[in-house]
């Protein structure tokens, strides 16, 4: 089951401690999983990576079993995927402001300055460019 869902069998347990995902015991005390599993350990996993804790996606869970929601439970689900939009439009800014510095780096990758991080800032006055010329730059205010 664990190597269906893509999970490990560590994080399939984890759920079902959870009341995430339930198993019932064949006869020699083996889990057995319903075939659904597969699909409800994907989609618990979409909301971790969303960044919902276990306690915020046991109550979404029974809809996702009988697709029958309450508007406690709609407001629950609107209130969530708000949330992943802003986060969503969050990484989209920080995507894009590397872009730009990408950009820039690459515009600048002859110059005779360094930058490395252990480094620290050791480039020459002569090869600095003015920070407000650099779209999206703020000016060192020192």
């Known amino acids: 089951m664990a190597e269906r869902a ?10 079902e401690e959870q009341g995430l995902v ?11 999983y319903p075939d659904s599993a597969v699909e409800r350990v994907r989609f618990i996993q979409l909301l971790y990576a ?3 804790s276990s306690k915020a996606i ?13 508007p406690r439970m709609a407001r629950r689900l609107e209130a969530e995927r708000d949330r992943i939009k802003a ?4 990484l989209t800014k920080a995507h894009d402001r590397l872009e730009e510095l990408i ?12 930058c490395e991080a252990d480094e620290g800032p050791a480039m020459s006055s002569a ?10 730059l703020r000016p060192n205010r020192r």
Request: hydrophobic share 40%.
């Open 87 to 90: 986060q969503i439009g969050d």
């Open 58 to 70: 046991l109550p979404i869970l029974p809809f996702l079993d009988t697709l029958v929601a309450t």
């Open 6 to 15: 893509g999970v490990s069998v560590r994080a399939l347990r984890y759920y």
């Open 127 to 136: 090869a600095r460019l003015p920070r407000e010329r650099i779209p999206g």
């Open 22 to 32: 339930v198993a019932d015991r064949g006869p020699g005390g083996h889990r057995q």
């Open 50 to 52: 969303a960044g919902l």
């Open 103 to 114: 950009r820039l780096a690459a515009a600048y990758k002859d110059s005779p300055a360094t």
